[in-house]
């Protein structure tokens, strides 16, 4: 068996391995994001979508927000719950068409009176 021995100083082989597992994970399709990254409990909810608690609990109790329980735990995915709050836009004034616009007027006013 003959083998070639080179001669590596400690951050030049540091370098060659780092380079080499970040070419293995692109060629592989790894994502360099870990998916629990985006795995949220109760508390990064609170903080990620400025909502008290007690609001979080009342909406996953209507299944209002997208929510995962594993026992007693409440977990959430980022990317859902961004999606779910996409889907509460409301169009701006100049997106409504004219016509509807006059139809919604006129319905809010004869529900008023």
């Known amino acids: ?20 597992i970040v070419a293995a ?8 994001q870990r998916e629990t990254e985006s795995i949220l ?3 990064g909810v609170q903080k990620y979508l400025s909502m008290k608690r007690s609001s979080i609990y ?3 109790h209507k299944k209002e927000i997208p929510h995962y329980k594993k026992g007693k735990a409440l977990y959430f995915l980022k990317e859902e719950l961004d999606q779910w ?7 701006m004034k100049g997106e409504i068409d004219p016509e509807k616009e006059m139809l919604i007027t ?4 004869n529900i008023q009176k």
Not at 25 to 32: Q, T
Not at 85 to 91: E, I, S
């Open 106 to 109: 006129r319905r809010f006013k």
């Open 58 to 60: 009342q909406k996953t």
């Open 25 to 32: 994970f692109d060629k592989a399709g790894v994502s360099k």
């Open 41 to 43: 409990d109760i508390d």
């Open 1 to 20: 068996m003959s083998g070639i021995i080179i001669s590596v100083d400690k951050a030049e082989l540091e370098n060659l391995i780092s380079h080499a």
């Open 85 to 91: 709050v996409r889907q509460g836009r409301r169009p």
